[in-house]
């Protein structure tokens, strides 16, 4: 029997946008399912003290800041850490954050210091697990990886059979609240995105026909395969509606960003939304990767 325990990592002054994963064993050692921004590590600290359990692994998502930028400092400050799960291609820019930073930077100005920069994690802490791979966690609790490339080449998810819950970071989208409380569920496809790898992902994660989903951005949701189902519909509405766009000679993203909130029920939610990090991750993560692959021509791979 394992625990699963949601810890938001959100940075202040927010809430509820941003979240990593205990799977807590019986005897107290945990597993933790990304390490969340560094700028939210302390706070993050505290809750898991609160919790009383020995943190001995981290298992990365992806290496994207708000999932990852705190997996150097969690190892610099619990020696109970025995390793850092991360995909092959993220490896050395854990072992190595400056050209990830320096990239996250580029890409996201000012607000990558909202996330804050990482500190390397030591190569001799750093496990690549392979894809397919079970990975024995304590308390027997075991993990199945996926690569799930398309948000990001770095991609992995993680399916957890005895509750019937796959981890998804960030490949099948976000499931957020509104201030008011409004659901707003969403691609997230940042630049360079890669349509038919984000497609085949989530087919990936289908053929475990999980019950629950458990997202980064935020919490978990039952009814996963209908999600998994209505989401593949979902990314290919956005990218059709990009490619027209595009194709009518269009090239402003601001302007893609209004479009699709006039034409698609949830971009309006994501646009019009009363928090402000909804709205930027639809414009960063979303409207950006979309113009990218509309004008690079990547969609065609998709025979739209």
Partial sequence: MVEIKLV???PEPFTGKMGSYILIAPDGDAAMIDSGPKTSWERVREELQSMGVRLRYVILTHIHLDHASAAGSIVRSLDTVEAV???PRGARHMADPERLWQASKQFLGDYADFFGKPEPVPEGKIVVPEDGEV?????GVKLHVIYTPGHASHHMSFYLPQEGVMFTGDSAGVSLKDDDGTLVEFPTTPPPFKPVEYINSLDAMARFKPEKLAFAHYGMRSGGMEYLRWHREDILRWVRE????VSRGGGDA??????LADKLENAGKAYRARNPIISEFMYRGTVLGLMDTAVRGEWKRLHL
């Fill in 242 to 245: 990009a490619v027209e766009y």
């Fill in 8 to 10: 938001d990592t959100t």
């Fill in 254 to 259: 601001e302007e893609l960003m209004r479009l």
């Fill in 135 to 139: 990975l024995e966690l304590p308390g």
């Fill in 85 to 87: 799960y991360v995909h």
